[in-house]
């Protein structure tokens, strides 16, 4: 990965990359005080919520991917547990309430600094609704998830091993890595469905 900051945030010189003493990788390193600054993979954290068979699914309503489906998931913050996470992200773009059953997708995701992970998880009560980032939000039977339409390949990946699993009467917990290009070989559309050619 390359530069990330352009000046430093503490007092303002230019930033440099540099690999600093007593380090082997280059770093965002501040050209007047030396201060340096870590870039480290961000996580995401989602559910696959299932109730009667179905499969809590949203309809984004915001970039990137706007107008693809997507297990409900976003950006872990701080002082937040992952399980936390899940149950917040599944609150906030679905307005459902969930529990946590256990981990069942852990995947990396090096060539953009990202670690998705996702939790199996059911309904505490019932009622939900399209939060402000989607615009529907449904259950869906495997059916009739729209594939191609799709997201993102860490939501296709946990989606089909869950299934997979299903079926075989076990959920196991995926710790996995994803290959740039995986959008080609899992098939998912670059536009979204309805949208003018
Ligand atoms: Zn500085």
Redesign the pocket.
């Known amino acids: 990965m390359s530069q990330t900051m352009k000046y430093?945030?503490?007092?303002?010189?230019d930033?440099e990359r540099r690999i600093p003493p007593g380090d082997n990788r280059e770093r965002d390193v501040?050209?007047?005080?030396?201060?340096v600054f870590y870039s480290n993979p961000r996580v995401v954290v989602g559910t696959v919520t299932e109730q009667d068979g179905r499969i809590l699914m949203c309809k984004r309503a915001i970039e990137p991917r706007k107008h693809f489906w997507t297990l409900p998931a976003g950006f872990l913050e701080l002082r937040e547990t992952a399980a936390d996470a899940g149950i917040r992200e599944t609150l906030e773009e679905a307005c459902a309430a969930v529990e946590i059953d256990g981990l069942f997708s852990f995947v990396n995701v090096t060539h953009i600094g990202q670690i998705h992970m996702f939790y199996r998880a059911h309904m505490t009560e019932p009622g939900f609704e399209a939060g402000p980032e989607s615009l529907e939000v449904r259950f869906m039977t495997e059916d009739e998830i729209p594939w191609s339409q799709l997201a993102f390949p860490t939501v296709f990946l946990t989606l089909s091993r869950y299934f997979e699993d299903r079926r075989n009467g076990q959920f196991q917990v995926h710790d996995v890595g994803l290959e740039k290009g995986s959008w080609k070989s899992m098939g998912l559309d670059m536009e979204p469905a309805g949208s003018p050619v």
């Open positions: 430093c945030p503490s007092c303002g010189a930033m501040c050209s007047r005080d030396g201060e």
